[in-house]
Nanobody
Framework: QVQLVESGGGLVQAGGSLRLSCAAS????????MGWFRQAPGKEREFVAA????????YYADSVKGRFTISRENAKSTVYLQMNSLKPEDTAVYYC????????????????WGQGTQVTVSS
């Protein structure tokens, strides 16, 4: 498994932006597809975005499409989630996840998880 550490969460007003980072260690980062998930209080964890090993394929939940962008820098073993036009309903703990091999299907089969970073969007 790969070790993952998220950062970049915080408190932001509606309409604002945040960029989350997830630093990976322990394995060859470029061998892993990466994903972002989130969990709001009282709700199940949900898929947000995913990116292939090369960065050439990306997938998004409908609720964030056009507002969030996932990207990666394999040389830095880091994946990012740029979040723009944030809404109060984006408030959640955001988790980074990794799976060895292809990104598809993008919502399942992740076996390494970070500890999460809190994102709070005020109205």
């Amino acid at each position: 498994q790969v070790q993952l550490v998220e950062s970049g969460g915080g408190l932001v007003q509606a309409g604002g932006s945040l960029r989350l980072s997830c630093a990976a260690s322990g394995r060859t980062f470029s061998h892993y597809a990466m994903g972002w998930f989130r969990q709001a209080p009282g709700k199940e964890r949900e898929f947000v975005a995913a990116i292939s090993r090369s960065g050439g394929e990306t997938y998004y939940a409908d609720s964030v499409k056009g507002r969030f962008t996932i990207s990666r820098e394999n040389a830095k073993s880091t994946v990012y989630l740029q979040m723009n036009s944030l809404k109060p309903e984006d408030t959640a703990v955001y988790y980074c996840a990794a799976k060895y091999g292809p990104v598809y299907p993008p919502r399942i089969s992740y076996d390494s998880w970070g500890q999460g970073t809190q994102v709070t969007v005020s109205s």
